[in-house]
């Protein structure tokens, strides 16, 4: 079901092109992979700030952070945009393409972030994204019954 | 990746995976008729609490650990729902579902293996 197409049995008007959620899950993949490197920026910038004890297991300093809030923003502008992708996509569909992300994030850990990622866990990440793939549809369904 | 922070990504990703259960059948609980908000804010209260638990080890992990490290370790969400789906709602995986299974697995160990804290 192509929305941005004329015509057809459905009474609803085309989508404008920068409204297809094909763009939108793309959109996504990007977004969220954005949020992930902002909060980790966040999380090493105040890594060293101690936390009370009994807190000392969380990142509860992060949100001192201006990148770890902006972070979280975008990551609430990412599931916004989701909600959007769902309206028109079904869940089983997108959900494999942000498997993606996993790629992405390595990436943009490498290039922005200066982590060294060695051929090992490279593979694992390899390996994950595919799994993910396999596994799409029935998590998708499980999620949507549980 | 030590047992700590093993022991709490555990909790984290049951947190992550039940906080976003409980909050979209509290959501869902809108579309009753008549509506009752009590359930809804049993979910969304629920469901936003473990949320911010995740949040909070997430970012602990992270303060730790490289993100290339503990994002892939993520990939264990979709297990977990897979593994809820054949025991708790007692459907059948097919042959597509275990080799993805499988895969996500070994990606873990192999990422698991490599050293956790390598970045700037």
Redesign the interface.
Known sequence: MDPTREGGASSAPPLPWYLHPALHLALNCLLMTVSELLLKKGATETALIAAPRWLAWSGITSLGSGWALTGIAVYILAFLNWLHVLRWMPLSTAFPVTSSVHVLIALGAWIFLGERIGLQRWAGILLITAGIVFCARPAAAAEERL | MTT?SLV?YVISLFSLVGG??FL?RGMSQLNRRPRRYGPVFAGVGSGTALLTVWF?????????M????V??F??M???L??L??ML??R?R??W??W?????????????????PA???
Do not use: C, H
């Open positions: 700590l709490l976003q259960i979209k909070l080890i997430w970012m602990g992990l992270l303060q730790k490289d993100i290339s490290y994002y892939p993520q990939g969400g979709p297990v729902l897979v809820s789906a708790i709602l459907e995986v097919d597509r579902t080799l993805g299974v499988g895969l996500i697995a070994a990606g873990t160990v192999f990422v698991a293996m490599s050293p390598s970045g700037s």
